[in-house]
């Protein structure tokens, strides 16, 4: 399985820390406004348009809404939400993010953080919690501890610039249920997570494993053709034999033939589509067949030529 | 996540012997430190692709997977080595 590298992302990780470490006190955004006003500015350099990534009034009513800015009113301790700042996503691709959280003067058990606002983007979560996210060690913050929470996401095809999701993170200090975590000064039951998307701008597939493929004359034999994706994911998969170079072919679906596991290619996957030769009344010799592979990719089709080398040998 | 978890398990009677040493502990919360600013910074395929990724780093380290199980555990009952995670978080993540 591979990882991902950063991608667009180039921002400066706000590290939230109290009073005892002030060189890394926050962008001094203590108002309560937009908490991803510096993401913004600094994303990229590019612009960014609340509208075109989905943001509305509602977002930021519910962002002000719970929220204290007064921090010293910390109820015998904090969660910190280390740094609000993620990664950028492909467009298309599904991928795994992560957030690190920090417990000051409490220790935090019952662990749980849910999605419950998306905008552009499917959230979803690890097998063994269903319905929710908890700590990657266990489902305990002690005091002073760093842990980090993953959660799932599903990017389509057409995401903006950005998707939103917002958090609520619930835990249990001494038996009591609590809510409120901080982001940088600001104390919030509500964490709005911008992410950065970006489009996915290279080959969507690739033929893969180009060596002859070799049938006996007077029998038959089924081929193999090749492809590797490199989009986050192409549908519809079909491949036709534009030019047989003489031979007899025979396909498993009439007349084309798709990938075995399925008619869907997604990035780093490789599979394989057959093709039977019926080399009965072939002559021996190098015969190359041109294929022509197609797919949807969000409903746009792609295409891509290609050739298969098959040598038929004497029996 | 369960494999780690599991060994966790296992790694409170090692704890309770002192399987680490005070240098194995300063090395494994510079690399815990460092993990958990990293592991925001990627996206992953999937949940295996973490523990994957943490993995490799706790063996290019020169530990096994148990040596950090171990160091989990005696983590969770440790201030001060909690600590030292947070201050190689935060000179790792300036």
């Known amino acids: 399985m591979k990882v991902r590298g950063l991608g667009a992302w180039i921002l400066v990780m706000l590290l939230v820390v109290g009073a005892a470490t002030p060189a890394w006190a926050d962008d001094g955004d203590e108002d309560g406004a937009d908490e991803v006003s510096v993401l913004d500015a600094r994303d990229d350099g590019a612009d960014v348009d609340h509208e075109e990534d989905g943001r509305d009034e509602d977002d930021d009513r519910d962002d002000r809404d719970d929220d204290d800015d007064d921090d010293r009113d910390d109820r015998g301790g904090r969660v910190i939400l280390v740094s609000d700042k993620v990664p950028a996503v492909t467009a298309g691709d599904t991928v795994w993010i992560s957030l690190t959280w920090r417990a000051d003067g409490l220790d935090a058990t019952d662990f749980r953080v849910v999605a419950t606002k998306t905008k552009g983007v499917d959230v979803s979560y690890p097998a063994n919690t269903g319905s929710y996210t908890s700590l990657w060690a266990d489902d305990t913050l002690s005091d002073g501890e760093l842990d980090f929470t993953a959660l799932r996401l599903d990017v389509p095809y057409d995401a903006k610039r950005a998707v939103r999701i917002q958090l609520e993170v619930s835990y249990k200090v001494n038996g009591q249920d609590r809510a409120d975590v901080y982001v940088g000064k600001r104390r919030t039951k509500r964490v709005t997570l911008r992410i950065p998307v970006q489009a996915y701008t290279g080959a969507d597939v690739a033929q893969v494993n180009l060596d002859p493929q070799t049938v006996v004359a007077g029998s038959g034999a089924w081929i193999d053709i090749a492809y590797t994706g490199y989009a986050p994911r192409v549908d519809g998969f079909q491949v036709v034999v534009t030019d047989a170079a003489g031979l007899v072919l025979e396909y498993p679906q009439g007349n084309y033939t798709s990938l075995v596991h399925d008619a869907v290619l997604e990035d780093g996957e490789t599979d394989v589509a057959r093709v039977y030769v019926d080399a009965s009344g072939a002559t021996p010799g190098d015969y190359t067949l041109s294929v022509e592979a197609s797919w949807s990719k969000a409903g746009t089709p792609g295409s891509l030529a290609g050739t298969v080398a098959v040598t038929v040998v004497a029996p | ?94």
């Open chain 2, 1 to 94: 996540m369960r494999s780690v978890a599991t060994a966790v398990v296992f790694a409170v009677v090692l704890a309770a012997c002192g399987g680490l040493g005070a240098a194995d502990r300063e090395a494994l919360a510079r690399l815990e430190g460092r993990w958990m600013c990293d592991v925001q910074r990627f996206t992953f395929e999937d949940v295996g692709a973490i523990e994957s990724e943490l993995e490799a780093r706790v063996v290019a380290a020169g530990y096994a997977v148990s040596d950090y199980a171990e160091f989990k555990a005696i983590l969770a009952e440790t201030p001060d080595l909690r600590e030292q995670v947070r201050k190689a978080y935060e000179e790792y993540c300036a």
